[in-house]
């Protein structure tokens, strides 16, 4: 049963992972091409700064429902050790899913759901005051649509865990056959 609770814990969090970092899709400088221009609204949107912001404040947050989720029949030595390892996980994660590995793949998307003059169009609404107000609350806007999921996740816990567990024993009665 704890395997099955970790099991749910990790997929709770790379979901939850999945549906902040879905929203960090922004943009960078320089117009000469379709590529470019998407590039530029990157940058102007601080698409990478935010990312790493991001991670920093979900980090904590996954951190601590990991610890609520570990079996409480652990040692103190195997809590430190899952401890360790998770962070080594995140630490993984934030590389393997860092803007500089992934943002060839978002331009790529934005150039094919935006004509290059959407895109200057785009550029142009971010240089605006309103845009500037848009791209400095992002971090903001994310943090607490994260807080809302997290909310959310959790209240649905309870219940992907019986549904874990139910699944579990009907596989074990399937084998007992």
């Known amino acids: 049963m704890n395997r099955w609770k970790l099991a749910v814990k990790a997929l709770i969090i790379g979901c939850l992972f999945v549906l902040v970092s879905g ?14 221009a998407v590039e530029e609204l990157f940058v102007l949107m601080k698409t990478e ?10 980090r904590p947050m996954l951190f601590e ?9 652990l040692a103190p030595e195997q809590v430190q050790i899952m401890e360790e390892y998770f962070g080594r996980l995140m630490d993984l994660m934030e590389e393997e899913l860092s803007w500089p590995k992934m943002k060839d793949d978002f331009i790529q998307i934005y150039m094919s759901i935006y004509t290059e003059e959407e895109i200057q169009e785009l550029i142009r609404f971010y240089q605006t005051p309103v845009g500037q107000k848009t791209i400095a609350q992002t971090p903001v806007l994310t943090q607490k649509a994260t807080e809302i999921t997290q909310k959310y996740l959790t209240a649905v816990l309870p219940k992907v865990q019986a549904l874990g567990e139910e ?5 074990e009665a399937a084998g007992a056959m």
């Open 23 to 36: 929203g960090f899709a922004q943009a960078n400088a320089g117009p000469h091409t379709h590529y470019q």
């Open 49 to 58: 700064d935010n990312m790493a912001l991001s991670f920093a404040q979900i």
């Open 65 to 73: 429902q990991f610890r609520q989720g570990l079996p409480e029949e």
């Open 167 to 171: 699944m579990q024993a009907e596989i």
